[in-house]
């Protein structure tokens, strides 16, 4: 199997349409990254994100595991998780989530890393263009940005949400 060739998936109709999961990467504010870490071992990290145009940026410390994971294999997934609700009574969850599949890699231009980092700091505090802009300033040179280039975009949600008028219920 290639790296351009994914499994499809088996459960059809639990899948999420493309714009769907595009829809949950806009909504939810983190997710987990999994690379291929030391030895062999996969390396699976909680992260925050923003997701623009196809890519996802995430920032970093300058170094560290999950830096040199990056480095040494740029295939990676990122899973987002947009709903988890445990239905105890019926020994089920109420999912839906996404799996994006992809090449990660430090960003090294630094108009496309102040764009980056300003999309994620308006993100996650919006609306305050000149603290952001300090920051910036203060931390911009202290950090990585990481641009993560989907290639395959996968969704599925519990059977018991297919169907519903909203899918966001």
Request: proline share 2%.
């Amino acid at each position: 199997m290639t790296m351009e060739q994914f499994r499809e998936m088996r459960r059809k109709r639990q899948e999420l349409l493309p714009q769907e999961c595009v829809e949950v990467l806009r909504r939810a504010t983190s997710g987990t990254l999994a690379v291929l870490g030391d030895n062999g071992y996969p390396y699976a990290v909680p992260l925050s994100y923003v997701y623009d145009n196809g890519l996802l940026y995430f920032h970093s410390a300058l170094t560290g595991h999950k830096v040199d994971a990056i480095r040494r294999c740029d295939k990676a997934s990122f899973c987002v998780v947009d709903r988890d609700d445990v239905k105890a009574g019926e020994y089920t969850t109420y999912y839906r989530s996404v799996i994006a599949f992809g090449r990660v890699r430090v960003v090294e231009d630094e108009r496309q890393r102040l764009v980056a980092a300003r999309l994620l700091g308006n993100r996650y505090n919006p609306g305050h263009d000149a603290a952001l802009e300090k920051e910036l300033e203060r931390g911009l040179s202290h950090m990585l940005v990481l641009s993560f280039d989907i290639r395959h975009l996968t969704g599925k949600q519990a059977i018991e949400l297919v169907g519903k008028g909203s899918r966001q219920d």
